[in-house]
C-alpha cells in the first residue's frame, strides 16, 4: 500500500470525527456545567464509544465512500487498498495521482456528511435529560432547603456558627470542635452551638432548630444533651448529628462449644477459652464455677468466683487456661456449672450473663433402674428390668446355638415369654409420655367396675382416657422426653424382632435401650440460676385497716380495643389527606408520635424531615408526611373479646322496641 493512502483514510477520518462532533459536545457539557460527575462520565463514556465505532466504519466502508461519491475514481477505490499484480500497481498510482486532486476538504467534507450526519438529536435528547434534572432538584417540593425569612436574611451572611462537642469521661473520647457539618457522637455527649459575629441582638436570627421540634437560643452558646439522633438547622441547611449508643459488653466462649460436655474417665484436663469485648472499656469479667456432687436429694453446691485478668487494649479481656481436674475439684460423678459475667464503664455500667455451660465427669453406673429422673412406680414382681431381659435373650441365643435341634415350639415359647416381658417394661416407660395401652391389658389384671348412680355403669370412666393430664404436660422437660421417647424406639424394635423368633435381631435394640435408661439414671441433678423476687414494701399504715382505696381490681376490661392513634392525630391525617388547615400544635404531636412509634433512626429523620417541611409550607410534602403517620399506626388491634349483646324479648321491652 502506497504512503498516500494512509493519508487519504486519515483525512476522511478526521471529517467524519468533526462532523460527529457538536453533538458530542450537547451530549457531555450540560451534565458539566450541572455538576454531575456521574452523569458527566455517561455521557463521556458514550462519546467514545461512539467516536470508536466511526473509526472501524471508516476503516472499512472508505473505498465504497469513494467509488459513490467520486465519480472521476471510475469505480477503482480498491485499488487504492490492495494492488497485488504490477499493471494494478500502475493503476493505483495514478488513481492516487487523482484523489489527491479530487479528495480537498470540500470533498471529504461531503462525503462525511452523507454518510455521518451530526446526530443532533442525541445531544438534544441530553440537553432535555438535564434540563429536567435540573427543573426536579430545583423545584419547592422535596427541597433539603427552605427559603430564609427576609427578616433574617441580611443576618445570615454575617453570623458563624460552630460546634463544641464534649463526650462522657468514661468513653475516653476528647472533646473536639466542628463547624456546621453532619457529625457522629456518643450517647450522652453535650453538644454546644456557639453563633459569633453579627451586630443584630434579635434572637430568631441565632435560633438553632432541631429536628425533635426544639429551638434553642444561643446567645452566644447554647447546650444540648445528645440523647438521640436528630438533624439540626441552620438558615435553611440542615445537618444530621447521629448518636452512638453505648453497647453492652460481648462475650463469646470458643471452648468448649457446646452447652453439655461429657468427659471421658481418661481426662485429666479442661480448656476453657472465652473472649469479652466492648465498644470503650471493659471495667470487670469474672468467671463462676458451681460444683454440683452427690445424688437424688443429697447434692451440695459450692460455688467460687474468678476474675479475668485485663489485657493491655482496655476494651477487651481474654480467658485462655486449661484447668486440671483437681484445680476444678472435680471427681468421678460430678458436675461443674460455669458462665461468665461481664460489665463496661458506662454510667449507668451494662452487666451481661453468658449462658451457663455444663462439664460432666460420669461416675460409676448404678444397677438400680429407678431413678428421681423417672417417677418411682411400684414395680409388680413379673415385671422384669432391661437387663434381665438382655441377659434372658443372650441365654437363649446360647442355648440355640448350642443345640441347634431344639424344638421350635421351645424356642417359639421362650422368645415369646421375653417379648412379653419386653411389652410391660414399654408400657411401664410408656405410661410417663402419654401412651394410650394400659401397664398390663385387659386380661392380665381386673378392673373395678365403673358404676355411677343408680347402679348405672359409668361409661366414661370405664372406656375413656385422658390425653391432657397436667403431670403429663409438666412433669418432664424435651430433653427426659426425648430420652423417654428413644428407649421406647428400641423396645418396640425388640419386642417385634422377638415375636418374630429373631433373638439375635432383638439384642441390638434391647442395648439401646438399656443405654436411654443408664442416660435418665445420670440425669437426676438439674441446675437453674436463682431468681431473687423483690416484692414491693408493704405500707405499714393502711396494713389490716380495710382501705380499698387506689386498689385496682384483677378484672381485664377487654370489651373496647385500644385505639390505634390519638383523636389529635387522627385529626391531623384528615386534614392533610383533604388539603384542610392543620390543627393547632400539630407539629408537637406529630413529632411525639413519630418518636414513639418509629424505632429506626434513619426513618425517624426522614419523618421529621416531612414535619419540618409541612411546617415551612411545603403544599407538596403533606402526602409524604401523611404517609410516615400512617405507617406508624402499624396493625389495628386485635378485639379480644366481643361486646355482649342481649337481644331478649325483656331487653326489646325496655327499650320500647315492637317485635
Keep these: 500500500m502506497s504512503a498516500a493512502v494512509p493519508d487519504i483514510v486519515s483525512r476522511l477520518r478526521r471529517a467524519v470525527l468533526l462532523r460527529r462532533a457538536p453533538a458530542w459536545l450537547l451530549a457531555v457539557l450540560p451534565w458539566l456545567i450541572l455538576g454531575v460527575p456521574l452523569a458527566a462520565l455517561l455521557a463521556l463514556a458514550f462519546v467514545l464509544a461512539d467516536a470508536y465505532r466511526l473509526v472501524r466504519r471508516v476503516d472499512n466502508c472508505w473505498p465504497a465512500w469513494l467509488d459513490d461519491c467520486v465519480p472521476e475514481l471510475e469505480d477503482s477505490s480498491r485499488l487504492l487498498a490492495d494492488a497485488a499484480t504490477p499493471l494494478a500497481r500502475l493503476q493505483q498510482a495514478r488513481l492516487i495521482e487523482r484523489a489527491s486532486t479530487l479528495l480537498d476538504r470540500a470533498a471529504l467534507t461531503r462525503i462525511a456528511a452523507r454518510y455521518n450526519g451530526r446526530a443532533l438529536p442525541l445531544g438534544a435528547i441530553s440537553m432535555v435529560l438535564a434540563a429536567l434534572w435540573w427543573f426536579g432538584h430545583h423545584l419547592p417540593q422535596g427541597r433539603s432547603q427552605v427559603a430564609v425569612p427576609q427578616a433574617l436574611a441580611p443576618h445570615a451572611g454575617a453570623l458563624r456558627v460552630s460546634l463544641h462537642v464534649t463526650p462522657p469521661a468514661y468513653t475516653g473520647v476528647k472533646p473536639f470542635d466542628s463547624a456546621p457539618r453532619d457529625i457522629q457522637v456518643p450517647a450522652g455527649s453535650r453538644v454546644s452551638w456557639c453563633v459569633e459575629g453579627g451586630a443584630s441582638k434579635d434572637t430568631r436570627a441565632r435560633a438553632i432548630e432541631l429536628s425533635n421540634g426544639q429551638s434553642l437560643k444561643a446567645s452566644p452558646c447554647v447546650e444540648w444533651t445528645a440523647t438521640e439522633s436528630i438533624f439540626w438547622r441552620w438558615y435553611g441547611t440542615r445537618y444530621t448529628l447521629r448518636v452512638t449508643p453505648d453497647e453492652p459488653p460481648r462475650i463469646t466462649l470458643t471452648t468448649p462449644k457446646d452447652m453439655l460436655t461429657i468427659l471421658s474417665e481418661s481426662t485429666t484436663s479442661v480448656a476453657l477459652n472465652a473472649d469479652v469485648t466492648d465498644d470503650y472499656k471493659v471495667a470487670k469479667a469474672t468467671l463462676h464455677l458451681t460444683l454440683a456432687r452427690g445424688s437424688g436429694e443429697n447434692i451440695r453446691f459450692s460455688d467460687r468466683e474468678v476474675p479475668i485478668d485485663a489485657d493491655a487494649d482496655l476494651r477487651t479481656r481474654k480467658l485462655q487456661r486449661r484447668w486440671?481436674?483437681?484445680?476444678?475439684?472435680?471427681?468421678?460423678?460430678?458436675?461443674?456449672?460455669?458462665?461468665?459475667?461481664?460489665?463496661?464503664?458506662?454510667?449507668?455500667?451494662?452487666?451481661?450473663?453468658?449462658?451457663?455451660?455444663?462439664?460432666?465427669?460420669?461416675?460409676?453406673?448404678?444397677?438400680?433402674?429407678?431413678?428421681?429422673?423417672?417417677?418411682?412406680?411400684?414395680?409388680?414382681?413379673?415385671?422384669?428390668?432391661?437387663?434381665?431381659?438382655?441377659?434372658?435373650?443372650?441365654?437363649?441365643?446360647?442355648?440355640?446355638?448350642?443345640?441347634?435341634?431344639?424344638?421350635?415350639?421351645?424356642?417359639?415359647?421362650?422368645?415369646?415369654?421375653?417379648?412379653?416381658?419386653?411389652?410391660?417394661?414399654?408400657?411401664?416407660?410408656?405410661?410417663?409420655?402419654?401412651?394410650?395401652?394400659?401397664?398390663?391389658?385387659?386380661?392380665?389384671?381386673?378392673?373395678?367396675?365403673?358404676?355411677?348412680?343408680?347402679?348405672?355403669?359409668?361409661?366414661?370412666?370405664?372406656?375413656?382416657?385422658?390425653?391432657?393430664?397436667?403431670?403429663?404436660?409438666?412433669?418432664?422437660?424435651?430433653?427426659?422426653?426425648?430420652?423417654?421417647?428413644?428407649?421406647?424406639?428400641?423396645?418396640?424394635?425388640?419386642?417385634?424382632?422377638?415375636?418374630?423368633?429373631?433373638?439375635?435381631?432383638?439384642?441390638?435394640?434391647?442395648?439401646?435401650?438399656?443405654?436411654?435408661?443408664?442416660?435418665?439414671?445420670?440425669?437426676?441433678?438439674?441446675?437453674?440460676?436463682?431468681?431473687?423476687?423483690?416484692?414491693?414494701?408493704?405500707?405499714?399504715?393502711?396494713?389490716?385497716?380495710?382501705?380499698?382505696?387506689?386498689?385496682?381490681?384483677?378484672?381485664?376490661?377487654?370489651?373496647?380495643?385500644?385505639?390505634?392513634?390519638?383523636?389529635?392525630?387522627?385529626?391531623?391525617?384528615?386534614?392533610?389527606?383533604?388539603?384542610?388547615?392543620?390543627?393547632?400544635?400539630?407539629?408537637?404531636?406529630?413529632?411525639?408520635?413519630?418518636?414513639?412509634?418509629?424505632?429506626?433512626?434513619?426513618?425517624?429523620?426522614?419523618?421529621?424531615?416531612?414535619?419540618?417541611?409541612?411546617?415551612?409550607?411545603?403544599?407538596?410534602?403533606?402526602?409524604?408526611?401523611?404517609?410516615?403517620?400512617?405507617?406508624?399506626?402499624?396493625?389495628?388491634?386485635?378485639?379480644?373479646?366481643?361486646?355482649?349483646?342481649?337481644?331478649?324479648?325483656?331487653?326489646?321491652?325496655?327499650?320500647?322496641?315492637?317485635?
Excluded at 458436675?335 to 449462658?355: M, T
Excluded at 439401646?512 to 437453674?528: E, F, G, V
Excluded at 431468681?531 to 381485664?556: F, H, L, N, W
Design 324 to 659: 486440671t481436674l483437681k484445680e476444678l475439684g472435680m471427681e468421678p460423678g460430678d458436675e461443674l456449672y460455669f458462665f461468665i459475667r461481664a460489665s463496661d464503664n458506662a454510667e449507668p455500667a451494662h452487666q451481661v450473663q453468658s449462658p451457663t455451660y455444663t462439664l460432666r465427669l460420669p461416675g460409676p453406673v448404678a444397677e438400680s433402674e429407678d431413678t428421681s429422673a423417672v417417677p418411682v412406680l411400684v414395680k409388680p414382681e413379673s415385671l422384669r428390668s432391661q437387663r434381665q431381659i438382655i441377659i434372658d435373650t443372650e441365654q437363649l441365643i446360647a442355648d440355640m446355638k448350642q443345640n441347634p435341634r431344639m424344638a421350635p415350639d421351645t424356642v417359639r415359647a421362650r422368645s415369646e415369654a421375653i417379648a412379653s416381658d419386653q411389652a410391660l417394661l414399654r408400657r411401664r416407660y410408656g405410661q410417663f409420655l402419654g401412651e394410650e395401652s394400659s401397664l398390663f391389658g385387659g386380661a392380665e389384671h381386673d378392673e373395678p367396675e365403673h358404676k355411677g348412680k343408680d347402679g348405672q355403669v359409668d361409661v366414661l370412666a370405664e372406656y375413656g382416657h385422658a390425653h391432657d393430664q397436667a403431670e403429663n404436660a409438666t412433669l418432664f422437660d424435651d430433653a427426659t422426653k426425648k430420652v423417654l421417647r428413644r428407649a421406647l424406639s428400641a423396645m418396640w424394635d425388640a419386642e417385634k424382632a422377638l415375636r418374630a423368633i429373631a433373638p439375635r435381631t432383638a439384642l441390638p435394640p434391647e442395648y439401646t435401650a438399656l443405654d436411654a435408661i443408664k442416660q435418665l439414671q445420670q440425669a437426676d441433678r438439674i441446675y437453674l440460676h436463682k431468681t431473687a423476687y423483690a416484692p414491693p414494701p408493704i405500707k405499714e399504715e393502711i396494713r389490716m385497716s380495710g382501705d380499698v382505696v387506689g386498689v385496682k381490681p384483677y378484672k381485664r376490661e377487654q370489651d373496647a380495643a385500644p385505639e390505634a392513634a390519638a383523636p389529635s392525630v387522627r385529626a391531623l391525617l384528615t386534614a392533610l389527606g383533604n388539603d384542610q388547615p392543620l390543627p393547632a400544635l400539630w407539629t408537637r404531636e406529630a413529632l411525639d408520635f413519630l418518636r414513639e412509634r418509629v424505632a429506626d433512626d434513619e426513618q425517624r429523620l426522614a419523618a421529621q424531615r416531612a414535619v419540618q417541611d409541612v411546617a415551612d409550607g411545603c403544599v407538596q410534602c403533606r402526602p409524604v408526611l401523611r404517609a410516615w403517620l400512617r405507617g406508624a399506626l402499624g396493625e389495628a388491634p386485635l378485639n379480644l373479646q366481643a361486646p355482649m349483646q342481649h337481644d331478649s324479648g325483656f331487653a326489646r321491652k325496655l327499650r320500647g322496641e315492637q317485635k
